[in-house]
């Protein structure tokens, strides 16, 4: 485990915990209140709502911290219950692009269709735009073999904790200007076909398109893409021949391509992901063993979340919601007329821009997400939710998007429930109860049950995880992601059961057949297209949404630190991980700082088109010198999201977190609004 991993349980007994439905009065404070009266207003005024002004009046928002078993019971709610499109989650924020890519150039999305320990075996791994040593640091194990045979290349903007690995021959380090991730990977694919690099054997019998791509990256020569990213073409050859030196069809131990948050989250991220996939598949890399391209998944349940209902397209199994077929087979299990089930709502960037408008959403109900903190311009999401009528959250602490509600539902926590969750590869986990919740905590499942029975919905929802995951099988059958063949009891005495796991059918004597054994490695014998064949799509480099300007001349580019996950709703309610990192820090280049006259710890101030933002500098040859970075774990003055641009990618919705224009200066007096960050104030 990481710090993360092995401070965790201090939050089962964080003093702030929730333990009471807490109602905002009249005088606009949140004060306890019993169950019955909480679910009780609730009920009347998303009742009184929806009567109004139709079920698209209410929206859910979810996330991809919840089991399958809850994530599964939010879409199934929100399209009985409530009638309407409007669902999205905080995965949008996530996989979205590189999901938008798989489907469409592999067939399926799955994050790694490979187990994660395969990568040990590799001679070479690309990996753009993650941070493994301080997000998942458990995973850098698995990047030794690679990196005693100097195969590892980074790829990022700055000289994070993952780039360090390639120190001491162990790779190689490429540090592109931000935003050019998709200009350097063009690049790589033009050296590999005009090199003679490329795996035409495999090309010609496994995939479509190669004329298309080969005409595309014609025009990414060397020259040119050093031009645009900054990459010297030494570099750029060196790269592509060490992936190509450690490819099968060049007699290597094989080579991987990954992509993380960092190139995904883009205006051109769809694009970015699908030319890493076409790098993959020029070298004849996706569908070997050992060998292949995967997305790095961040959060908990960041597979499982977007697989069965919590995305506005999606039904269960990662059917469309417009498939006749598939609306047909859900209906059936859910015991509706499949015409009852809405259609396709909105991605979450969109969704939110909608709520508390005239023809949007008037009512939100939130679960397992801090808008506040996570979503892009955070200051304009803060206003959209203060106009909505009703703003609902279920969370076990006081998060920020929480104090802004009107009602709050205390959940259970890790500890305190059964279900599954969905590894990165596809490995459906069994949680397990460890102890008993607080007195006044509820499940989410029981929380929608009866929130549905108070709207008099005839749908039944069961409360039971166990039961909810039956139903979840069989509402997933047949779909991409099927889960039919899994239950509790199984997954109980097989731990290491992947999806696709179909249910067997009975023999002809009415014995039940072999049980599948589920699928660690996809594609081994054709991609998921009708035709067996993968897509090689042509693709082109438009540059960031935001790009630098008289008023904006530097890259701010945004991302995590070692002791902090996600908004930092938890971990900053952590004392070991508040002391190892208390707060946000600007780091800053010394020919920058220098060029600004800031020094270690000034404070600065950053301008975007957005908002505006207060952090100590931290003087750091990490970063480019055209370049700042700020972590995004923190609420207030130091929120990065009050910074970052919601442009999204016009395929996956995906906003363009990682890469804004932004004006630095340095700040003298005291910084104005600065409250101090309430979690971390109330740790000390």
Same mark, same amino acid.
């Given at each position: 485990m990481c710090q993360k991993g092995w401070t965790s349980p201090t939050l089962l007994r964080a003093p702030d915990r929730l333990t009471a439905p807490l109602v905002r009065d009249a005088h606009g404070r949140l004060v306890p209140t019993g169950w019955d009266e909480a679910l009780g207003l609730v009920a009347g005024r998303l009742a009184d709502l929806r009567a109004a002004h139709g079920p698209?009046?209410?929206a859910v928002?979810?996330?991809?911290?919840?089991?399958? =078993? @809850?994530?599964?019971?939010? &879409? @199934?709610?929100?399209?009985?219950?409530? &009638?309407?499109?409007f669902i999205d989650y905080n995965g949008r924020f996530c996989m979205a692009?590189? #999901? #938008?890519?798989?489907?469409?150039?592999? &067939?399926?999305? +799955?994050?790694?269709?490979?187990?994660l320990e395969d990568l040990g075996g590799a001679g070479a791994v690309l990996l753009l735009g993650s941070n493994l040593a301080e997000t998942m640091p458990p995973a850098v194990q698995h990047l030794a073999?690679?990196?005693a045979a100097g195969g590892l290349v980074v790829v990022d903007p700055r000289r994070s904790a993952t780039a360090d690995l390639t120190g001491d021959d162990g790779g190689v380090h490429v540090q592109p200007v931000p935003g050019t991730d998709l200009a350097l990977l063009?690049?790589? #694919?033009?050296v590999v076909l005009a090199d003679g690099l490329a795996d035409l054997d495999y090309l010609e019998r496994r995939t479509t398109g190669l004329d298309d791509v080969r005409r595309s990256v014609a025009l990414w020569w060397p020259e040119r893409t050093e031009q645009v990213t900054g990459v010297p073409v030494a570099t750029l050859r060196r790269v592509a021949h060490l992936l190509a030196a450690a490819a099968p069809v060049h007699g290597g131990p094989g080579a991987y391509v990954l992509t993380g948050r960092g190139v995904e989250q883009s205006t051109q991220g769809t694009d970015t992901a699908t030319a890493a996939i076409t790098l993959a598949l020029l070298l004849g890399l996706p569908g070997r063993i050992g060998s292949g391209y995967g997305a790095i998944t961040g959060q908990g349940n960041g597979q499982g979340g977007r697989e069965h209902g919590q995305k506005c397209d999606q039904l269960p199994g990662y059917r469309s919601i417009e498939d006749e077929d598939a609306r047909a087979h859900v209906a059936r299990v859910w015991g509706v007329d499949p015409a009852s089930l809405p259609r396709s709502g909105v991605p979450a960037v969109e969704l939110l821009r909608r709520l508390g408008t005239p023809d949007g959403p008037r009512a939100?109900?939130?679960?397992?997400?801090?808008?506040?903190?996570?979503?892009p311009d955070a200051d304009r999401v803060r206003e959209r939710l203060a106009s909505l009528e009703l703003l609902v959250v279920c969370d076990f602490l006081p998060s920020e998007t929480a104090m802004l509600a009107d009602?709050?539902?205390?959940?259970?926590?890790?500890? $305190? =429930? =059964?279900?599954?969750?969905?590894?990165?590869?596809? +490995?459906?986990? +069994?949680?397990?109860?460890?102890?008993?919740?607080?007195?006044?905590?509820?499940?989410?499942? $029981? *929380?929608?049950?009866?929130?549905?029975?108070r709207l008099g919905s005839p749908v039944e929802f069961a409360t039971e995880p166990s039961v909810v995951f039956d139903e979840l099988a069989r509402a997933s059958a047949g779909g991409r992601a099927d889960y039919s063949g899994l239950s509790h009891a199984r997954l109980d005495v097989e731990p290491d059961l992947f999806w696709p796991c179909p249910a067997v059918p009975a023999e002809a004597d009415g014995r039940a057949g072999v049980p599948h054994p589920g699928t660690p490695r996809l594609f081994l014998d054709a991609f998921a297209h009708p035709d067996g064949r993968a897509r090689l799509i042509a693709v082109d480099h438009r540059g960031p949404g935001d790009d630098l300007r008289p008023d904006a001349p530097l890259w701010l580019i945004t991302g995590r630190v070692l002791a902090h996950y996600q908004s930092g709703a938890q971990t900053r309610r952590v004392p070991d991980l508040v002391r190892s990192s208390p707060g946000p820090t600007l780091e800053v280049h010394p020919l920058l700082a220098d060029l600004l006259g800031v020094e $270690?710890?000034?404070? *600065? +101030?950053?301008?975007?088109?957005?908002?505006?933002g207060f952090a100590p500098a931290r003087v750091t040859d990490a970063v480019r010198p055209d370049t700042v970075f700020l972590p995004f774990h923190w609420s207030g003055a130091g929120s990065a999201n009050r910074l970052t641009t919601d442009a999204t990618d016009p395929i996956s919705g995906m906003p363009q977190f990682k890469v804004c224009a932004v004006q630095v200066h340095r700040w003298h007096g005291p910084v104005p609004d600065a409250v101090p960050d309430a979690v971390a104030e109330e740790v000390r």
């Open positions: 698209g009046s209410v928002f979810g996330g991809g911290g919840l089991t399958n =078993e @809850k994530a599964y019971a939010l &879409g @199934k709610f929100a399209r009985t219950v409530l &009638g309407t499109p692009s590189a #999901a #938008a890519a798989a489907n469409r150039t592999l &067939g399926v999305d +799955r994050g790694l269709p490979f187990p073999g690679v990196r063009l690049g790589l #694919a033009h939100l109900l939130v679960h397992g997400s801090n808008l506040l903190v996570s979503a009602v709050v539902l205390p959940v259970t926590q890790w500890a $305190e =429930e =059964e279900g599954t969750m969905t590894s990165l590869e596809g +490995r459906v986990i +069994r949680r397990r109860r460890l102890l008993a919740a607080p007195a006044g905590v509820r499940s989410e499942l $029981e *929380v929608l049950a009866d929130l549905a029975a $270690e710890g000034d404070t *600065v +101030r950053l301008t975007t088109g957005r908002g505006v």
